[in-house]
């Protein structure tokens, strides 16, 4: 079965940081970009951040632009996100997502998404 | 306040054919591929549409999508209780250069 698995979710102050994991199991994305998106409690989808296939070209929403890093690691099939200087508005379920064509990275076609990573940003 | 405009309710009754709006502007739907998202409560979003119309392995006809212009579509026809879910339209924005959602449709079956 195809499938993401996040990890790395938590509780952290605000000005914390955390890194979140995305590990493919029964696909191989070296070929796709990979998206992360996240959805604030009770609120709607938000795309955060793209990595491309060879891992060399990155974007990032504005809101998090200078304070998240994706990055990838094609031999351990694992993309990952740095999050930091965390504010409150990033408390939010953050799930990583396959785009559906090989290479693309400025599509919003997600054919395969995690279960999602929660991070909670408290005092 | 989301760039793509869905309205936040919808409602039908078994059997019946519910169809919900997304709408957007000449620097995203116009000239972009849309992508529909089916999300349950506590769980991740699937793909139900792609590239406008396309369904994936798996997806009912029963669900079928259309664009015209700036604005774009979801039907569901013959309703089921299971169906019960969130609907999220997403296309790409030329002028924001990144992939934009809209707000969310949740549909309720009566």
Redesign the interface.
């Given at each position: 079965e195809e499938q993401l698995v996040e990890s790395g979710g938590g509780l952290v102050q605000p000005g914390g940081s955390l890194r979140l994991t995305c590990v493919a199991s029964g696909l191989s994305f070296s070929r796709y970009a990979v998206s992360w998106v996240r959805q604030a409690p009770g609120k709607g989808l938000e795309w955060v951040a793209v990595i491309s296939d060879s891992g060399t070209y990155t974007d990032y929403a504005d809101s998090v632009k200078g304070r998240f890093t994706i990055t990838r690691d094609k031999a351990k099939n694992t993309v990952y996100l740095q999050v930091g200087s965390l504010r409150a508005e990033d408390t939010a379920t953050y799930y990583c997502a396959k785009h559906g064509l090989p290479v693309t990275t400025d599509t919003v076609w997600l054919d395969t998404w995690g279960q999602g990573a929660q991070v909670t940003v408290s005092s | 306040q989301?760039v793509l405009t869905q309205p936040p309710s919808a409602s039908g009754t078994p059997g019946q054919q519910v169809t919900m709006s997304c709408s957007g502007s000449n620097s995203n739907i116009r000239n972009n591929?849309v992508?529909w998202?089916q999300q349950f409560p506590g769980?991740?979003?699937?793909?139900l549409i792609?590239?406008n119309n396309q369904r994936?392995s798996g997806v009912p006809d029963r669900f079928s999508g259309s664009k015209s212009d700036t604005s774009a579509s979801l039907a569901i026809s013959g309703l089921r209780s299971e169906d019960e879910a969130d609907y999220?339209c997403?296309?790409?924005d030329d002028s924001l250069?990144?992939?934009?959602?809209?707000?969310?449709t949740k549909l309720t079956v009566l």
């Open positions: - | 989301s591929y992508y998202y769980t991740a979003p699937k793909l792609y590239k994936p999220y997403a296309t790409w250069r990144g992939p934009v959602f809209g707000g969310g």
